[in-house]
């Protein structure tokens, strides 16, 4: 028994680490920025050396696990599930709810952002413009966007991380698997292994987020302070507001729905995953810590979750679509361009689309949102002006994005009956 509160023990202990250093990392870099005069020593060898070096290497670390993780997990599975026809229903049953939440969350952007009107009366001369590296991205079709799921080459997919690609060729390998059994066991038994292998790799590079997550914090609000945020702040705000309702609002009321579960309860036992997605602000980090919270804390069987999960940080980007939301209303309203009911809708379908087969690494959204602002006819110099702040903001969506998919996979699970309540409702020592 001393063993197991042991066991307990080290695991609260990693979750309380990564918290502290998400407000000690934010602690030190506003120290750094407003305290310590600019010069070799801060710049060069602290900010841009130590704090980017130990940072960005904890981040490609966690990278280097997702592909060959995702990639096992899934053909895994998908192997488990076996039958075809089921796994049909999870895939269609998850689909649907990625794009319904992604559709209202950016209805609720476009709400919040009519309610506050973030880019009324704006100094646009007071805003620093960085559109020069503003990249553009023209609309791909529907027809495009379900035929580059397909893989032509799998070997090129894996190597250049096509999540939705990877995730179609594990899925057919691993009804493969399930439909030969016995007469492929040893490459069954492969995966299984090489599984075991990417989440024991998983837990040793966990160890080190609380530094990791020091690094990038401290180095984020070293360069950004709070100077920046001043002319941006109605914008700022409406895009928390609006990823708050829905993450705390949205995403929680139908967890109560459909699965009956206590939204408090999964916001505490997830919130540590939330944290980590803030700190690193790229989804494809999260997976592996999503999948073990999601199977330990809540009760969701690996089987769905390993599904869920990959597919949700390549296509359910709601936190993304929130942020496209406000920026679309802040735009029009900053340069004086009326949009009309046609518009708006417009924007919803475009940004629901745009965030299918959006990479999950940071501030993808911000290229992504010229190809909302093409649709409705904005100025993509606009982009320029909220580049500055969108660190902060995209670090917060990215939680939300995580989220989104949690709850989406707990749903699924229960549908599925594959959520184990008895974990959910365990309490943790």
């Known amino acids: 028994m001393g063993e197991t509160q042991k066991k307990e023990k080290k695991k609260i202990g990693l979750t309380t680490k990564i918290f502290i250093a998400l407000l000690a990392g934010a602690v030190f870099g506003i120290i750094l920025c407003y305290a310590v005069p600019s010069g070799h020593i801060k710049d060069d060898i602290i900010v841009e050396g130590v704090l980017y070096v130990v940072g960005q ?35 269609a049953r998850t689909l649907i709810f990625y794009l319904a939440t992604t559709a209202l969350a950016v209805t609720v952007a476009l709400s919040v952002g009519n309610l506050i ?20 991205m023209k609309a791909t079709s529907l027809t495009d966007t379900l035929l580059n799921i397909i893989p032509d080459n799998p070997i090129n997919s894996l190597a250049s991380g096509e999540m939705l690609q990877i995730i179609v060729f594990a899925l057919i390998i691993g009804v493969i698997l399930a439909k030969l059994g016995e007469r492929a066991e040893t490459v069954a038994n492969f995966f299984s292994q090489f599984n075991d292998i990417m989440m024991e790799m998983t837990m040793m590079i966990m160890a080190l987020a609380p530094i990791g997550v020091f690094c990038l914090i401290s180095r984020t609000f070293a360069n950004i302070g709070f100077s920046a945020f001043v002319p941006l702040a109605k914008y700022m705000i409406g895009v928390l507001i609006a990823l708050a309702i829905q993450c705390f609002g949205v995403y929680q009321i139908l967890l109560k729905i459909f699965t009956g579960l206590n939204p408090l309860k999964f916001i505490k036992k997830f919130f540590p995953v939330m944290a980590f997605a803030f700190s690193t602000a790229t989804s494809n980090a999260t997976i592996p810590l999503s999948i073990d919270t999601l199977t330990k804390k809540v009760g969701v069987s690996k089987k769905i979750s390993s599904f869920t999960i990959p597919l949700g940080a390549t296509i359910n980007m709601d936190g993304t679509s929130i942020m496209q939301g406000v920026a679309v209303v802040f735009a029009a309203q900053a340069f004086g361009i009326h949009l009309s009911m046609t518009d708006y809708i417009t924007v919803i379908g475009t940004a629901t689309l745009a965030s299918i087969g959006t990479a999950g690494v940071p501030s993808v959204g911000l290229v992504t949102l010229t190809m909302v602002f093409n649709s409705v006819g904005l100025p993509v110099e606009a982009i320029g002006l909220i580049m500055g702040i969108d660190r902060i903001l995209d670090m ?27 974990v959910f409702y365990a309490e943790e020592n």
């Open 117 to 136: 009107n973030p880019g009324v009366g704006l100094d646009m001369s007071t805003i620093k413009t960085n559109a020069a590296s503003v990249e553009t």
């Open 396 to 422: 917060t969506r990215t939680a939300v994005n995580i989220t989104g998919d949690a709850v989406c996979t707990t749903i699924v699970a229960h549908q599925n009956k594959a959520l184990d309540k008895n």
């Open 57 to 91: 290497g904890f981040i490609k670390l966690m990278k280097m696990l997702v592909v060959p993780l995702v990639f096992c997990s899934l053909v895994c599975g998908s192997m488990s599930i076996g039958d075809t026809k089921k796994l049909g229903t999870v895939g």
